[in-house]
């Protein structure tokens, strides 16, 4: 059975504070708001540098992910895209577009 590798964490407040603004994106109040708005830029939710780059996660979030070395940016992506996936079937249907790959 596959077991992903356990990579430690280099800068751990500064990677609190990004895994931070994801947490709050995709809570449940508001995952919505937060798709709408990705939706409104004409992105697709998996582009997370873009998002980022947005302004959606915040602007200390972009500060911060700036900040993180690469293996932390990576491990944050990877994060990021879990959220991606985990939203509710319902929201992801009412976003369809948004996660759409074309």
């Known amino acids: 059975m596959f077991e992903q590798a356990t990579i430690p964490i280099q800068d751990e407040k500064t990677f609190a504070e990004v895994k931070k603004a994801i947490d709050e994106a995709f809570a449940p109040a508001t995952v919505a708001s937060f798709l709408r708005r990705v939706e409104g830029a004409r992105l697709r939710v ?12 915040g602007a200390q979030a972009q500060k911060s992910y700036a900040a993180l070395g690469d293996a932390d940016r990576g491990q944050i992506r990877e994060l990021y895209l879990r959220q991606v996936e985990r939203v509710a079937p319902e929201i992801r249907q009412k976003f369809f577009r948004l996660y759409a790959s074309y």
């Open 46 to 57: 998996r582009q997370f540098e873009a998002v980022l780059a947005h302004g959606f996660l």
